[in-house]
């Protein structure tokens, strides 16, 4: 008799977390699993802000997929995912395609344009290893031309980040490490670098512990970030930014850190989405699909507690990997599901070397404790993925 097929479809948190636990969790001959991803490497989605700044080199947030799944028990497919047949139990691979009775959804966020003009053809995003190490090298090509122009061009070394929520702050923090590094590099002056954080609420961080806040702004500041908050990025264009009262600003460099939505191909295939991310049951199951699972940042999961959405974020994508593996095998088995609910245990963003902010319970962290802590979460999560060994390959070990 045939086993059962289960696909998973994305190697992100989410993703690797659910075949990571099958793997543990699954009978002998029981099932019969398949991952499928992009890439032949799981990359830490989380790490990104820093090659994005090249304040750490993107090989590090890379891990082999064969390093952390054992590919006898758990069938690896490297290849493109193109569209989801939910009514035929099929995907369209871009090399293939691939037949399953259950499905996982696990393809991550892409960035939300919000129908802005000209950011998709203009701006950087944080994405992905490919999409950073551009940023990263572009950055770098702006500096090393300053010095060869004929004329001076202040937009080459003008950097504008978009949207002041955790991504676009962790990103100026690592920002305001690497500009001078790059300016003892290419001999220009600092005072020449402008690294602008757009946003269009009142506040950076907006609905985050307003003291935190306060102290990010502060030392970022200190560090040469300069704010514009209450300013809502219109337009880009080839040679920068258009504000609220269409004021241009001129930059050689955009980085979108402006929303997320999850991945396009979901909604493509046609479930029913809400930004991109599909309203899932207690399950974590579509609503329309028995079969079909979605975890990660293309979930969209009520806190009842506030009636809003959970952020997406990889704690929950985690965490949602250990019920979606349970269902899984659940079903196959003619067991109960169970439901899913988030615990969240915090949140810790870094600015910068040595620096960070968080909040854990209801304990407020600051400068190094809340930068050691970041590394701590950093470190849990290789650990749960990859044991003691995998911490010791990719792990964040100075702590302070
Ligand atoms: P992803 O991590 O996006 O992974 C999706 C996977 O699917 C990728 O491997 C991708 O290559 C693959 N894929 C995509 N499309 C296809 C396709 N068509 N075919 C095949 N494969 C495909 N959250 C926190 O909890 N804590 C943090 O500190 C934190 N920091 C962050 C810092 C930054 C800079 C950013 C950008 C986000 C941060 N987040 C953080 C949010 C967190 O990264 C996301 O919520 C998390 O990555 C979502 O996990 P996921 O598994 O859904 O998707
Ligand atoms: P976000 O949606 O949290 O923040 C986007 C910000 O951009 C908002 O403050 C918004 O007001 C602003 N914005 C939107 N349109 C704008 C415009 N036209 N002009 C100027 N500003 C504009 O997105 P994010 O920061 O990418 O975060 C995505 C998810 O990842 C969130 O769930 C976040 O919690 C999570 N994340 C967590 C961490 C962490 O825990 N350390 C780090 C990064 C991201």
Not at 102 to 127: D, M
Not at 182 to 187: A, Q, V, Y
Not at 194 to 209: M, Q
Request: charged content about 25%; proline content about 4%.
């Amino acid at each position: 008799m045939s086993r059962p097929k289960i696909a998973i479809l994305g190697a992100g948190y989410g993703g690797i977390m659910t075949a990571a636990r099958l793997q543990k969790e699954m009978g002998t001959n029981e099932v019969e699993v398949t991952l499928v991803n992009k890439h032949d490497y799981h990359y830490q989605t989380t790490w990104l802000h820093e090659p994005a700044a090249g304040t750490m080199h993107h090989d590090k947030t890379r891990i082999m997929i064969n390093d952390v799944i054992d590919t006898n028990k758990i069938k690896f497919v490297k290849d493109t995912v193109v569209e989801v047949k939910p009514d035929e139990k099929r995907v369209i691979l871009s090399k293939g395609e691939l037949v399953y009775d259950y499905l996982v959804l696990a393809l991550g966020f892409e960035p939300a344009t919000f129908g802005i003009k000209g950011l998709k053809e203009n701006a950087f995003s944080i994405r992905s290893v490919n999409s950073v190490r551009k940023i990263r090298e572009h950055i770098e090509y702006q500096f090393a031309s300053y010095n060869n122009e004929s004329e001076r061009r202040d937009d080459l070394l003008t950097i504008i980040v978009g949207g002041a929520g955790f991504t676009g702050i962790e990103f100026v923090g690592e920002l305001a490490e690497r500009v001078p590094e790059l300016c003892k590099e290419f001999d220009i002056p600092r005072d020449r670098v402008k690294i602008i954080n757009v946003e269009a609420s009142p506040t950076v961080l907006p609905g985050f512990d307003e003291e935190l806040v306060e102290y990010a702004m502060n030392l970022l500041e200190r560090k040469g970030v300069e704010f514009r908050t209450n300013t809502m990025i219109k337009e880009v264009t080839e040679d920068g930014v258009i504000l609220g009262e269409d004021e241009e600003v001129k930059s050689a460099t955009v980085v979108w850190t402006g929303g997320v939505q999850g991945n396009s191909i979901v909604a493509n295939s046609g479930f029913e989405t809400n930004r991109g991310r599909v309203p899932v049951r207690k399950d974590q199951r579509t609503p329309d699909y028995d079969n079909v699972f979605v975890v990660g940042d293309c979930a969209l999961l009520i806190n009842e507690e506030i009636n809003r959405p959970y952020p997406p974020t990889a704690q929950v994508a985690i965490q949602a990997a250990g019920t979606v593996s349970k269902n899984l095998l659940s079903l196959v088995r003619g067991n109960e599901l169970e439901s899913f609910t988030p615990d969240i245990k915090g949140t810790v963003a870094s600015l910068g070397k040595g620096e960070a902010i968080g909040k854990v319970g209801n304990k407020k962290l600051y400068g190094s404790t809340a930068s050691a802590m970041k590394k701590i979460i950093d470190n849990r999560y290789l650990f749960m993925l990859g044991g003691p060994g995998l911490v010791w390959k990719k792990g964040k070990l100075k702590l302070f």
